[in-house]
């Protein structure tokens, strides 16, 4: 009877529905006691110039040290809090961290910036730009050590009050970039127009690049793209030494990833720093 299959799938579809709500109150739940109680942590994945082989810059990459789960990646639970609005406390936590771990780093030579990834709920806060001059400050770590990321689908479509205060932010030094480009659209009249210095192009773009042509032409089409534009290249997740060599060859400027080095801890990090200082560069 079509009524009452009908009320079934009613039914069936609540059922899932509360327990969607469930699982999603609970992850709130987990979310708000994992940031009262230093259940975060930055983990960081050094960039490095392809042209002298120095590391010139990590980025920070966020993870929860789940107390039962174990460590749980921004995949599993950066939507959730994006949706609920917890991304702001969880962006203040990582903005807090980064220019923290930017202010100790004072002293390790070459490692000039430290990038950031934020999300749209977060920049969309008037008060997202002051509060991030103040961190800075009260860490004592320069602007120019700092570098925000933003997703090319944020960057083309941030409205203009949002422009006018990241290009006050970069006219202080805090370098901008665009993350995971290529996977969103872009509008080349606003690429032109944006307050940018650097563009990450997407893994998605790079893991075929050994072995198709095609996939090489793309890229190389994007890096003169990113070039024209004023701006510097930086390929993500590059994984192999096959991968590293054509981007040499096709002009990328900086490249990130597993062939690298994959995101550590602040102490494994610094160690790599001082295990590569004291080897000869290779690119
Ligand atoms: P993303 O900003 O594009 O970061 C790069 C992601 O690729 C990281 O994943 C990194 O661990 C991974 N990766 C790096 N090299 C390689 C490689 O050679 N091969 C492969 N397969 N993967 C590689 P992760 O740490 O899981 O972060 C995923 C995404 O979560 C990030 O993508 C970023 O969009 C977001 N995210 C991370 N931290 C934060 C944060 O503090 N705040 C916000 N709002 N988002 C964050
Ligand atoms: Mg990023
Ligand atoms: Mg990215
Ligand atoms: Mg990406």
Redo the contacts with the bound molecule.
Sequence with gaps: HAKDSGRGQVQQFSAALADRLETNLQIERDLRHALDHGEFA??F?PQVDLASGRTVGA?????WEHPLLGTR???SF?GRA?DSGL?AP??DW?IDAAAAAAARWADHAGVARLA????PR?IARPEFFSRLRAVLARHGAPASRLEI?I?ETLAMECGETVLAALAALRAEGVTIAI??FGTGYSNLARLRALPLDKV?I??SLIVDIAESEEARNVVHAVIGLIHGVGCLAVA????TEEQRAVLAVIGCDMI????VA??MAEAAFGAWLNERAATPVVA
């Design positions: 930055l983990v994945q980025e920070a990459l966020l993870r990646l921004p995949q950066i994006e991304i969880i962006g990582v950031i990834n934020v999300s977060e990321e997703t993350d995971d990450k997407d893994r993500e997740g590059v994984e990130q990833g597993y062939a994959r995101p």
